[in-house]
């Protein structure tokens, strides 16, 4: 089956540390998101890709990078230099331009130790 | 900027009972609006969605309709089910359907209860 998958469901981080949430798609999608969902406040953008080798900062990006080396593939990191990285992390793809259906990953929980 | 505005929850609500969920927005030029579902501890997932004013989008009977006189995607439900309760956000597309990068506005979702 085609989908989205988010590894690992439960992540922790010790101080200074960074980590990395993986995010694969076999749907063939070219454009891919990370978003950050923290209680009540909904969904915020870290950061975006439409195409491989190119992204573009988010509404939130401070303190994480990513990578786009192949399609399927979407990493992001969350560094040390993101000083409340406590949240449940959500990976999207969308078809690309013109296809704005956004389908979602099941989710990384990140906790810090 | 564009934005979306949703009623706060939690909304409980007897089995039956019928459901309304407000959505409002803010938005330049002619958006598509999306209503998500996200169940405890899962990732969300497309529950309905309309590309133009008037349309209606409905799935699993739920239903919203894209008003853009009162700039609202209000979702309903004529009688709810405890399978029914989640969190429910409303989205508009960032830009004209088409547009370059396809990014979703996301409201701050309405937790839905259901009890038998």
């Known amino acids: 089956d085609g989908g989205i998958t988010q590894s690992p469901k439960y992540l922790f981080r010790k101080e200074g540390q960074n980590v990395t949430l993986s995010c694969e798609q076999n749907l063939n999608h070219d454009a891919m998101y990370w978003y950050r969902q923290d209680p009540g406040q909904g969904l915020r953008l870290i950061y975006y890709?439409?195409?491989?080798?190119?992204?573009q900062k988010g509404d939130i990006a401070e303190g994480y990078s990513v990578s786009r080396e192949k399609k399927e593939s979407f990493p992001l990191t969350v560094t040390s230099a993101q000083k409340n990285p406590t949240a449940f992390y959500l990976c999207?793809?969308?078809?690309?331009?013109?296809?704005?259906?956004?389908?979602f990953g099941a989710g990384t929980r990140l906790s810090v130790l | 900027g564009n934005s979306v505005t949703q009623m706060e929850g939690p909304v409980t609500l007897s089995e039956e009972a019928f459901l309304t969920i407000n959505c409002t927005y803010t938005a330049t030029g002619y958006p598509s609006l999306f209503w998500y579902v996200q169940y405890p501890g899962e990732g969300l997932q497309l529950l309905l969605k309309a590309t133009k004013a008037d349309d209606k989008g409905s799935n699993k009977g739920f239903e919203a309709t894209y008003r853009k006189e009162t700039t609202s995607f209000h979702l309903e439900k004529g009688s709810v089910q405890v399978s029914d309760s989640a969190v429910y956000f409303c989205a508009l597309s960032d830009g004209d359907y088409g547009g370059a990068t396809n990014k979703l506005i996301f409201g701050t979702g309405t937790l839905l209860a259901v009890q038998p």
């Open positions: 890709s439409q195409i491989v080798n190119d992204f």
């Open positions: 999207a793809s969308t078809g690309g331009r013109g296809f704005n259906i956004q389908y």
